[in-house]
């Protein structure tokens, strides 16, 4: 699986994007700042990935998705593991990546990749996305921050 660099986002890259981020302003708000990456299967995109350097040394990943019938095929962790490296050869020490209390599979993938929950930012989502998130038949609310020292 080969994950290349891209600059323009097209109609594809968004229907992604927006799996792990249903606001198009909030996307709006990061995607040109983010240094951005994508992997294709049999030249269709399956896998998005944004790094974003936060803080000096600090690299986060604003948004990770994978479409959902290439999902639990091992490309998130390829892709996390994409940006591990990546953050390394430029010499960040820390990656971080936010996800929702929800969202129970990429908390788990998160965890399995070294990442360790740091903070809790309680109704997070009620204050920035207008629409009511439902996850695993409850409604998000609280964003959990988790980090990996590289």
Excluded at 20 to 37: C, E, G, L, Q, T
Aim: charged share 20%; glycine share 4%.
């Amino acid at each position: 699986m080969d994950i290349q660099p891209f600059t323009s986002v097209s109609a594809d890259h968004y229907e992604l994007l927006l799996m792990a981020d249903p606001s198009r302003s909030m996307i709006a708000s990061y995607v040109n700042r983010a240094f951005k990456f994508a992997t294709e299967i049999d030249n269709q995109l399956v896998g998005v990935i944004l790094l974003l350097p936060t803080h000096p040394q600090t690299l986060e990943i604003v948004n990770l998705a994978v479409s959902k019938c290439h999902q639990n095929h091992g490309i998130g962790t390829k892709l996390l593991q994409f940006a591990a490296t990546w953050a390394q050869e430029r010499h960040y020490h820390t990656l971080e990546i936010a996800t929702g209390s929800t969202s129970l599979g990429p908390l788990y993938l998160y965890q399995k990749q070294g990442f360790r929950i740091t903070s809790i930012e309680r109704d997070f989502f009620s204050r920035h996305y207008p629409q009511t998130i439902w996850e695993n038949k409850l409604i998000l609310k609280d964003l959990i921050r988790l980090q990996k020292s590289l």
